[in-house]
């Protein structure tokens, strides 16, 4: 599975970005695709998932809900993170990674196989 991500940018304080996670190779109908960040200096971060099969979705907690979209579009094998709102804490390198079996739903790093190479947002003030 290779997984590319696109769509960071820069963008100032309380505007948004669409972010896209398109897969190739043998992907699987029943993983879940979940979006990370990275800011610097600090872990990697969980921010929502999706099933690719049933679009059930896991996100951070309600904050995170009320700003940032997870979506899928199963023709073009793409998931998207809507981001609005953005602040400069939200500047970091965003990752989304597949967790091939699709058995449970995980906010842990660990959990997820396949990984994409990251794409960066800067939000200036």
């Known amino acids: 599975v290779q997984l590319q991500a696109s769509g960071g940018g820069l963008v100032q304080a309380g505007g948004s970005l669409r972010l896209s996670c398109a897969a190739s190779?043998?992907?699987?109908?029943?993983?879940?695709v979940g979006w990370f960040r990275q800011a610097p200096g600090k872990e990697r971060e969980f921010i929502a998932a999706i099933s690719r099969n049933s679009g059930r979705t896991l996100y951070l907690d309600s904050a995170t809900r009320g700003r940032f979209t997870i979506s899928r579009d199963d023709a073009k094998n793409t998931v998207f993170l809507q981001m609005n709102s953005l602040n400069v804490e939200d500047t970091a390198v965003y990752f989304c990674?597949?967790?091939?079996?699709?058995?449970?739903?995980?906010?842990?790093?660990?959990?997820?196989?396949?990984w994409g190479q990251g794409t960066l947002v800067t939000v200036s003030s």
């Open positions: 990674a597949e967790n091939t079996n699709g058995r449970s739903f995980s906010k842990s790093s660990s959990d997820y196989q396949y």
């Open positions: 190779g043998r992907t699987s109908s029943i993983a879940i």
